[in-house]
């Protein structure tokens, strides 16, 4: 009787221990869930971005869909977490899918967040149910160099120098010249610049090395999902060597915006909600 005892006083030890772990377990991302639906959509933001960004999108879903809006560690004010790395945020967003029993959700990811659910679509192929990238390429350096590979035990240790020890002004200055190469509608603009201010400089740095060394053009051979890809309208000018970059991505649907930059949700909004609207309630 005394051994049974103790058994089931280490059984429910060991129950109460599974629910802390699972009640305080850290992402690293901060989620706001919205809406209703069986079906899910994650939206990841972009480099810097706060989950803000899908505010205008997700209103067009939330009738239909639960919506898990992500905003990322270090990022537009969410407190930093070590080993900010694109492998380790990918790797964590489809932890926190299996974690929190979300089937087959949609993922919509924009910039550096498209590369996530390229990424997470490939390496989890039976995970989710479709994509949709807003403006990203599997290897943004191979645009430019397409010959480029990716370095191991790439050393991001000079740009967190550089990045760290920039003043409040110097770090302001180049933002200021930074946000009008990606955005054209100026409302937007000081919403934009505060995000980036608020992010944590340590993991802005990382995380822009890290993804400037990333290389999905192999990988996304194993996506299985349809994948809705929306480009900015200056693309176009380089589709060829989109197309080589796209060339392994056998479930893609391709679709070039025909106005604005880099936030195509903002800059041709109409033209990028009914893309996505058709896409998903299809």
């Known amino acids: 009787m005394k051994k049974y005892i103790i058994l089931v006083i280490a059984l429910l030890f060991s129950a109460l221990c599974l629910n802390v772990f699972a009640q305080t377990k850290?992402?690293?991302?901060?989620?706001?869930?919205?809406?209703?639906?069986?079906?899910?959509?994650?939206?990841?933001?972009g480099f810097a971005s706060s989950g803000e960004v899908?505010?205008?999108?997700?209103?067009n879903f939330e009738k239909d869909f639960t919506c898990y809006t992500l905003t990322m560690a270090g990022f537009a004010g969410v407190k930093p977490q070590e080993n900010a790395t694109f492998k380790n945020w990918?790797?964590?967003?489809?932890?926190?899918?299996?974690d929190n029993k979300i089937v087959k959700p949609i993922v919509i990811g924009h910039s550096m967040g498209g590369g996530l659910a390229l990424a997470i679509a490939a390496d989890y192929p039976d995970l989710i149910s479709k994509i949709v990238v807003v403006d990203a390429l599997p290897c943004l350096a191979a645009l430019m160099d397409p010959s480029f590979k990716s370095k191991e035990n790439n050393d991001c240790a000079p740009m967190v120098t550089q990045m760290t020890t920039m003043t409040d002004t110097q770090f302001l200055d180049m933002q200021k010249k930074m946000i009008p190469r990606l955005l054209q509608d100026t409302?937007?603009?000081?919403m934009l610049l505060d995000w980036s201010v608020k992010s944590d400089r340590k993991t802005f740095a990382e995380m822009y090395c890290d993804f400037s060394n990333t290389d999905l053009r192999d990988?996304?051979?194993?996506?299985?999902c349809p994948s809705l890809i929306l480009l900015e309208s200056y693309f176009?000018?380089?589709k060829p060597a989109i197309d080589e970059q796209y060339k392994n991505l056998k479930t893609g649907k391709f679709?070039?915006?025909?106005?604005g930059l880099h936030f195509i949700m903002y800059d041709d909004k109409e033209w990028y909600l009914e893309q996505l609207s058709n896409f998903?309630?299809?």
């Open 26 to 45: 850290q992402y690293p991302f901060e989620v706001l869930k919205t809406g209703k639906g069986k079906q899910a959509i994650i939206f990841i933001p």
């Open 54 to 59: 899908w505010k205008e999108t997700k209103v």
């Open 90 to 98: 990918e790797n964590e967003i489809a932890n926190y899918i299996k």
């Open 187 to 190: 409302t937007k603009t000081e």
């Open 219 to 224: 990988k996304i051979a194993t996506i299985k």
């Open 236 to 238: 176009i000018n380089l």
């Open 255 to 259: 679709q070039y915006a025909n106005k």
């Open 280 to 282: 998903i309630k299809s």
